[in-house]
């Protein structure tokens, strides 16, 4: 005896092959066109990564990443110059309102040559430092010999991070030596035995050393458990609520695929 299948099942299975198809089809999409991301130096290793990822997924699709600084990455996102802009710090009243994309979180680093002797400082002693109240290592326990300060330049979301973090009411000292990038902080560092700065924590390698800070080591591990107390925010930021290939690529980074390879670089998953 043959079964014949009622028009309903007909109508299920049929809609049980299109659903599956649709989602087939939107597993394969294929995207193509272009992005331009600038901004903080701090982010953009770490949206370069994230691009090179995505690239990787949709051949089609060109995503120029540039550094300037948070400054010119807000700048950049509010006058059009650039789809994403990245910042590595909150924004601030009187500044452009922007919408914000919660990337990753990150530590600073205070940072000296790896040859100094000093293990770490207590967080007044870096303000004395950066302030110029404190101009010897032997005064903190190393050497006697005068202390390079490096800092970045204003504009910098690193430097108004580490100022609101740590300095508070008090400013950098004058006699500071401005670098320009988180890169240029590091080789700076990297080749002054004297030296100190302040860096993010996705940056610290061999050729530089983080000082603990109050007791506490500066690593990954503790400042996303919140035990090391300089942490920030790193956004991407638009002008608008992002549609279309800006969308797609925010959404990567945001996605569990995109955190890892923000933990993959260092920085603090945010989901």
Not at 75 to 98: H, M, Q, V, W, Y
């Amino acid at each position: 005896m043959t079964v014949k299948p009622s028009r309903g099942w007909i109508l299920l299975a049929l809609a049980g092959v299109l659903g599956l198809s649709l989602v087939l089809v939107g597993c394969g999409k294929q995207l193509s066109g272009s992005v331009t991301e600038g901004g903080s130096t701090t982010v953009q290793p770490l949206a370069q990564a994230l691009a090179d990822a995505f690239q990787l997924k949709h051949p089609d699709v060109a995503i120029t990443i540039a550094g300037g600084g948070t400054a010119a990455g807000i700048t950049g996102a509010n006058d059009g110059t650039l789809d994403i802009g990245a910042a590595s710090r909150d924004l601030k009243s009187g500044e452009p309102a922007l919408v914000t994309h919660l990337l990753a979180k990150d530590g600073i680093g205070i940072i000296t040559n790896p040859g100094n002797a000093v293990p770490g400082l207590t967080k007044a002693q870096v303000v004395s430092i950066f302030s110029g109240a404190i101009t010897n290592w032997q005064d903190v326990g190393g050497v006697n010999h005068t202390i390079d300060v490096f800092v970045r330049e204003s504009g910098s979301g690193t430097r108004t991070a580490f100022q609101d973090l740590v300095m508070g009411s008090e400013n950098i000292t004058s006699s500071a030596l401005q670098q320009t990038s988180s890169g240029a902080i590091k080789q700076a560092v990297a080749g002054d035995h004297n030296a100190i700065g302040f860096e993010s924590l996705a940056y610290v390698d061999s050729s530089i050393k983080a000082l603990a800070i109050d007791g506490v080591a500066a690593t990954e591990a503790n400042a996303k458990d919140g035990i090391y107390p300089i942490v920030r925010p790193l956004y991407f930021l638009t002008k608008e609520q992002p549609t279309g290939l800006v969308k797609d690529f925010i959404d990567f980074c945001q996605s569990t695929e995109g955190q890892q390879i923000v933990a993959e670089n260092g920085y603090i998953a945010v989901k």
